[in-house]
């Protein structure tokens, strides 16, 4: 297992901007106060491993003898023998941050600012398979965002990675979901075609959708939710 303990968040004020909608209006020196604030609590750590598919089901695949169970996910590994498992945090400093802050407002703008955080750590992630096992074209999938690929997977993706809580403090509670909050977990894998779970998820106005739904790729993929 690769651990990285320090990587590099350099929070990039335009996104910040965009993600609030301040470009034109709003209070952005109280926002520039909570981002001076926010960055020495960001301490982003991430865990992932190598891994060479063992076997192929029919919708499945297995790693270490740990089977992962999703259509859309065996497809994609349709011509893949190397994935890249991986947990992503920023740490719980942030949050507990925000959690005690009593203006609302304030919980909201440090919470967009740790999102950015997250994402921006795991671009670094990106980068580092793209630069470091020589990978141009890569997507990623996580379990618990479609229902083919249900949140109990994260259970198997965990133990494919090992002590994740020893390594960068996230484990799962009982709802299976990661503490702290601002994590993320999933695997990558290459691909020609960029893929995203968007494309096969019909849920109305998510605010952080990427894609277009396409019912016609959704029924290749032999799901319609
Ligand atoms: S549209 Fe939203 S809920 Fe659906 S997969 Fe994309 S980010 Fe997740």
Same mark, same amino acid.
């Given at each position: 297992?690769?651990?990285?303990?320090?990587?590099? !968040?350099?929070?990039?004020? *335009?996104?910040?901007?965009? +993600?609030?909608?301040?470009?034109? +209006?709003?209070?952005?020196? =109280?926002? =520039?106060?909570?981002?001076?604030?926010? =960055?020495?609590? @960001?301490? #982003?750590?991430?865990?992932?491993?190598?891994?060479?598919?063992? $076997?192929?089901?029919?919708?499945?695949?297995? @790693?270490?003898?740990?089977?992962?169970?999703?259509?859309?996910?065996?497809?994609?590994?349709?011509?893949?023998?190397?994935?890249?498992?991986?947990?992503?945090?920023?740490?719980?400093?942030?949050?507990?941050?925000?959690? +005690?802050?009593?203006?609302?407002?304030? /919980?909201?703008?440090?919470?967009?600012?740790?999102?950015?955080?997250?994402?921006? #750590?795991?671009?670094?992630?990106?980068?580092?398979?793209?630069?470091?096992?020589?990978?141009?074209?890569?997507?990623?999938?996580?379990?618990?965002?479609?229902?083919?690929?249900?949140?109990?997977? =994260?259970?198997?993706?965990?133990?494919?990675? *090992?002590?994740? $809580?020893?390594?960068?403090? !996230?484990?799962?509670?009982?709802?299976?979901?990661? @503490?702290?909050?601002?994590?993320? +977990? *999933?695997?990558?894998?290459?691909?020609?075609?960029?893929?995203?779970?968007? /494309?096969?998820?019909?849920?109305?106005?998510?605010?952080?959708?990427? #894609?277009?739904?396409?019912?016609?790729? #959704?029924?290749?993929?032999? @799901?319609?939710?």
């Amino acid at each position: 297992m690769e651990n990285l303990e320090h990587i590099p !968040v350099s929070l990039d004020l *335009g996104e910040i901007k965009r +993600s609030l909608h301040m470009e034109r +209006s709003g209070d952005w020196s =109280q926002v =520039q106060t909570l981002v001076e604030l926010a =960055q020495p609590l @960001i301490k #982003a750590r991430a865990v992932y491993r190598v891994c060479y598919i063992e $076997e192929k089901l029919e919708d499945a695949i297995r @790693i270490d003898g740990i089977c992962l169970k999703s259509r859309v996910l065996r497809k994609n590994l349709e011509g893949v023998e190397r994935v890249f498992p991986y947990v992503v945090t920023i740490g719980d400093k942030l949050e507990t941050k925000a959690r +005690s802050c009593k203006d609302l407002l304030k /919980q909201y703008y440090l919470d967009t600012i740790g999102n950015i955080a997250l994402v921006t #750590a795991r671009r670094y992630l990106e980068d580092r398979f793209r630069s470091r096992y020589a990978l141009d074209g890569m997507s990623s999938m996580s379990p618990g965002s479609l229902k083919d690929w249900p949140i109990e997977e =994260q259970r198997p993706l965990f133990s494919i990675l *090992g002590d994740v $809580e020893a390594s960068i403090g !996230v484990r799962l509670n009982q709802s299976l979901l990661m @503490i702290p909050s601002k994590s993320l +977990s *999933g695997i990558y894998f290459p691909t020609e075609i960029a893929f995203y779970s968007c /494309q096969l998820c019909p849920r109305k106005r998510c605010p952080s959708r990427k #894609a277009s739904y396409d019912e016609t790729l #959704a029924r290749e993929y032999g @799901i319609l939710e």
